[in-house]
């Protein structure tokens, strides 16, 4: 039964990630919409539990994130899937401690990895959609706006937790040599 148990809290807790990412996404006013749940919890919880089962959830994530797109299959899972991998080796591998600074810096860097690859794909399979100015324009100023809103709100969560728990107070320092 317990081994039951663990796969489904697996999936029904990536689709409470979804069902809150589309809550923001449609409840929220303009500026506030652009607010990216899934780096908040990505970052979130690769600085407190510091586990590689969160590559399996993000894939899980996007892929139900992917059912309901409009875009061709793969445009959002491999760019999530990809950030979420390359924010876990650099925080594991360069970023050293657990401090706001850290998490300001790979969510920022998440959202511009996740952003970059998608352009990419949307270039590579020559979707129409990218030949207008305006369409760049509004590309980049959701990535201007969704860096500046999830990098804050990620950075003053974890400091206010690391006022509050000890699992992101303190130092983390590894060398693996």
């Known amino acids: 039964m317990r081994r039951l148990l663990k796969p489904l809290k697996f999936v029904l807790f990536a689709l409470l990630l979804l069902f809150s990412h589309y809550l923001v996404l449609y409840l929220l006013p303009a500026p506030w919409k652009f607010f990216n749940i899934f780096n908040l919890f990505f970052v979130f919880y690769i600085m ?23 875009t061709p299959f793969g445009f959002f899972l491999l760019p999530g899937v990809i ?29 511009i990895f996740n952003k970059a690859i998608f352009v990419m794909l949307l270039a590579l399979s020559d979707f129409s959609a990218l030949r207008g100015r305006a369409v760049w324009a509004t590309l980049l100023s959701a990535l201007g706006w969704e860096i500046i809103l999830t990098a804050s709100l990620t ?9 509050k728990t000890s699992r992101f107070a303190g130092e983390r320092l590894k060398l693996n040599l």
């Open 48 to 70: 407190g539990w510091e586990k590689g089962g969160i590559i399996w959830l993000s894939a899980l994530v996007y892929f139900f994130l992917e059912l309901y797109a409009l």
């Open 83 to 111: 950030s979420v991998m390359a924010i876990y080796i650099l925080y594991m591998n360069i970023f050293t401690n657990r401090s706001w600074h850290t998490a300001l810096i790979l969510t920022g860097l998440s959202a």
């Open 155 to 163: 950075a003053g969560l974890v400091f206010v937790l690391s006022v």
